[in-house]
């Protein structure tokens, strides 16, 4: 029989000092989110672009809410509605694995009146619209950035609801209704459950987001009115970056996460570092609908 691991209390001790750590960590976004939370509500928000500038004046680098929308998404016109149309969104060239499947299904369950559309590489093709072609840099995109992409220009050129393929029961149906219903509403969807979540990198635009994280919505289930300013600037930005990196896209394209060597974009750059500060910039048109929260786990 072997002797004890003469090591085992040091062992212990580290075991016992990490989920402390983990337990305070937790505790102090508790704190902070509630903290932000009352904040939001007391304080209403107003949209300024110099909030953002450096003491010399200057924007960050990757900043972009100082632009115009497209001509396509200023006309001034009441924006369309949205279509009663689901989209589900898989960007690889692999098999759905069984637990997205029994995601699909049941939201295909869940929302009977609904056109729930996988998009596939298969079946994007005609979902391309005609003068507005992909991306060049779309193929050298990761799964996960593809699936960035996408909902931008779905939700752009389209309309509609998106969710990520998990097994849950969002009911979208009465999310569309309301949308619709309100001439002023260009998106609805959950609020955003922590400030931890909201990705703000930048020094400026990073600590506004956090502290306004309620006033967000989530990036995994929502609905859009197709062709408002909000999602021209958002597909616009995008692919702004897109062009950017091309030429890195092109040397380093991405595996299905995009953490393989060389891969230029970073997990939320063409995500939340846009969408989020765009709802904010657009928050007079931003709608909630917190029975669309999902789970974020179980997916995998």
Same mark, same amino acid.
């Given at each position: 029989m072997s002797s004890l691991d003469p090591l085992l209390p040091l062992k212990k001790a580290k075991h016992a000092l990490l989920l402390g750590r983990r337990r305070a960590s937790r505790t102090g976004i508790a704190i902070r989110d509630a903290v932000y939370s009352r904040y939001d509500t007391l304080t209403p928000y107003h949209f300024d672009v110099d909030r953002h500038r450096s003491r010399i004046g200057e924007l960050p680098r990757m900043y972009f809410l100082h632009r115009d929308p497209p001509a396509s998404s200023a006309t001034g016109a009441e924006p369309s509605e949205a279509p009663h149309t689901l989209f589900l969104l898989w960007t690889g060239d692999n098999d759905v694995p069984a637990n997205r499947l029994s995601g699909i299904e049941s939201l295909r369950a869940a929302n009977p009146g609904l056109d729930v559309a996988l998009v596939t590489p298969d079946a994007l093709p005609g979902l391309v619209v005609h003068g507005h072609p992909l991306h060049p840099a779309y193929d050298h995109l990761s799964f996960v950035h593809r699936s960035d992409y996408l909902r931008a220009y779905l939700m752009h050129h389209h309309g509609g609801a998106y969710a990520d393929i998990k097994p849950v029961d969002l009911h979208f149906e009465n999310a569309i209704r309301r949308l619709n219903s309100d001439p002023d509403a260009w998106i609805i969807g959950y609020r955003e459950i922590?400030?931890?979540?909201v990705g703000g990198r930048d020094a400026r635009l990073g600590?506004? +987001?956090?502290? *306004?994280? *309620?006033?967000? @919505?989530?990036?995994? !289930?929502? !609905?859009?009115? #197709?062709?408002?300013p909000f999602t021209g600037e958002w597909l616009?930005? /995008?692919e702004r970056r897109?062009?950017? $990196?091309? =030429?890195? +896209?092109?040397?380093?394209?991405?595996?299905?996460?995009g953490t393989n060597p060389g891969?230029? /974009?970073?997990? /939320?750059? /063409?995500?939340?570092?846009?969408? $989020? #500060?765009? =709802? +904010?910039?657009?928050?007079?048109? @931003?709608? $909630?609908?917190?029975?669309?929260?999902? *789970?974020?786990?179980?997916?995998?």
């Open positions: 922590s400030s931890s979540r600590p506004e +987001l956090r502290r *306004r994280y *309620r006033s967000l @919505v989530g990036a995994s !289930a929502f !609905a859009c009115r #197709p062709g408002t616009r930005e /995008i897109l062009s950017y $990196y091309e =030429e890195d +896209l092109a040397l380093h394209p991405g595996d299905a996460f891969y230029p /974009i970073h997990w /939320i750059e /063409i995500g939340m570092d846009i969408m $989020y #500060p765009l =709802e +904010l910039k657009h928050l007079d048109h @931003v709608r $909630y609908d917190d029975s669309l929260r999902p *789970r974020w786990t179980g997916h995998r």
